[in-house]
């Protein structure tokens, strides 16, 4: 059985750091991509990050470029997502995501569309505000 667990949100403040964290379980780990995407109240899921199982490549949704890292520790079956100089309009739920999205052209081509991954977390709320 295939299980992805966010932990590490909550309520910050403008300005401040959170990292996120998803540990998966029921998958051979390093032959996956992963992804984060995030779903505002009333608004479509967004792209987040995502990072290929080929090598440091990553991928970033325009409003977070700059501000957020994604990563991985394969040996620990996890992907993070290290979010800086948070923002109001950064409160969302926050979703992991992983599946075998094929060769790295597939990847950079479909990495940031949630129908290309099977396997989600259950979810974790990030609340931006002062």
Request: charged fraction near 20%; aromatic fraction near 10%.
């Amino acid at each position: 059985q295939v299980r992805l667990v966010e932990s590490g949100g909550g309520l910050v403040q403008p300005g401040d750091s959170v990292r996120l964290s998803c540990e998966i379980s029921g998958r051979t780990v390093n032959k996956d991509d992963m992804a984060w995407f995030r779903q505002a109240e009333g608004a479509k899921r967004e792209f987040v990050a995502a990072i290929s199982r080929f090598g440091p490549n990553t991928n970033y949704g325009e409003s977070v470029k700059g501000r957020f890292t994604v990563s991985r520790d394969n040996a620990k079956s996890t992907v993070y997502l290290q979010m800086n100089t948070l923002k109001p309009e950064d409160t969302a739920v926050y979703y992991c995501a992983t599946d075998r999205l094929g060769n790295l052209e597939r990847w950079n081509q479909y990495c940031n569309n949630p129908d290309s991954y099977m396997y989600w977390g259950q979810g974790i709320q990030v609340t931006v505000s002062a």
